[in-house]
């Protein structure tokens, strides 16, 4: 499990609506080209079409997962300034944070019943994320 450091990313599933600001502002503060992204969000549901529910009328649920590419740099310059990397200053929920406010969320989340996890390897996503969803 990844111990947080100051470049550790934190998710709060549980907060995640799977709106794509983070995405978003990744791919505009850092000036990708349009067919680059370097953090996308799985829409976790049936896997029957893109934001399609799992279950039935009246259980339908559904929750996102933010993934990080290799190529996301975690914003170094902003980070040594001080402020927050793109992606994680701009989720409107709160879903998103890193360092220590991400090892003080952690004890927070542990404390309310939540499990921490990273993807696997054969996800080929960034080190240092790690995610929480409530048991």
């Given at each position: 499990?990844?111990?947080?450091?100051?470049?550790?990313?934190?998710?709060?599933?549980?907060?995640?609506?799977g709106?794509?600001?983070?995405?978003?502002?990744?791919?505009?503060?850092?000036?990708?080209?349009?067919?680059?992204?370097?953090?996308?969000?799985?829409?976790?549901g049936?896997?029957?079409?893109?934001?399609?529910?799992?279950?039935?009328?009246?259980?339908?649920?559904?929750?996102?997962?933010?993934?990080?590419?290799?190529?996301?740099?975690?914003?170094?310059?902003?980070?040594?300034?001080?402020?927050?990397?793109?992606?994680?200053?701009?989720?409107?929920?709160?879903?998103?944070?890193?360092?220590?406010?991400?090892?003080?969320?952690?004890?927070?989340?542990r404390?309310?019943?939540?499990?921490?996890?990273?993807?696997?390897?054969?996800?080929?996503?960034?080190?240092?994320v790690?995610?929480?969803?409530?048991?």
């Amino acid at each position: 499990m990844t111990e947080i450091n100051e470049k550790t990313i934190l998710v709060d599933l549980q907060r995640c609506i799977g709106c794509w600001t983070c995405s978003l502002a990744c791919k505009v503060g850092n000036n990708l080209p349009d067919d680059e992204f370097w953090l996308t969000v799985r829409t976790q549901g049936s896997g029957e079409g893109i934001d399609r529910p799992a279950g039935t009328w009246p259980n339908l649920h559904m929750s996102w997962i933010p993934i990080w590419s290799q190529s996301c740099v975690k914003c170094p310059s902003r980070i040594a300034k001080g402020d927050k990397p793109y992606c994680v200053n701009s989720c409107p929920c709160n879903a998103l944070t890193i360092g220590e406010a991400a090892a003080a969320k952690k004890e927070e989340l542990r404390d309310r019943g939540f499990r921490f996890f990273e993807l696997p390897a054969w996800e080929k996503s960034k080190d240092n994320v790690l995610y929480a969803e409530k048991k």
